[in-house]
C-alpha cells in the first residue's frame, strides 16, 4: 500500500468544537516516503497549513502534526492504522493524542480521527 497520494479525513474534536475536515497531500513533490517507513507531507484544515511527519511499519502508522504558523498547536500525535478494502480503498483510522493548553488551563485531548485516500 502507497501512502503517495491526496487524503481526506477528519477529527473529532471535544465540545464545543466538534468534527473537522482535513486534507494531506504525501508526494514526491513535497516530501518524501523513504525505504525505512518514514514520510512527511502538508495539508490544511480550518484552522490552518499543517506538516505531518512520521513512519508506518506495517498496518501500523503514526504521525505527528504540527501548524505551520508558530501559534498554532504543534506535536500532535496520530496513531491508528492501515487497512484497504474494494469498498473503501485505502483509509487510516485511529486517535491522536494532544495537550491543550489556554492560560492556566491544561487539558489532555484524545479523539479519534479517519482519513481516506483519493
Not at 508526494?27 to 497549513?49: A, Y
Not at 492504522?81 to 489532555?108: C, R, W
Request: charged content about 30%.
Amino acid at each position: 500500500m502507497s501512502l503517495k497520494g491526496k487524503w481526506e479525513g477528519f477529527y473529532d474534536a471535544p465540545s464545543p468544537f466538534g468534527r473537522t475536515q482535513f486534507s494531506l497531500v504525501i508526494s514526491e513533490k513535497l516530501c518524501k516516503v523513504s525505504e525505512n517507513g518514514t514520510f512527511n507531507g502538508e495539508g490544511e484544515d480550518k484552522e490552518g497549513s499543517f506538516t505531518v511527519s512520521g513512519k508506518v511499519d506495517g498496518a501500523q502508522i503514526e504521525f505527528v502534526k504540527n501548524y505551520k504558523d508558530p501559534k498554532g498547536h504543534q506535536n500532535i500525535e496520530y496513531k491508528g492504522k492501515l487497512s484497504q478494502t474494494d469498498e473503501e480503498g485505502i483509509k487510516i483510522d485511529g486517535k491522536y493524542f494532544y495537550l491543550y493548553k489556554a492560560f492556566f488551563l491544561k487539558l489532555n485531548v484524545s479523539e479519534i480521527f479517519e482519513m481516506k485516500k483519493i
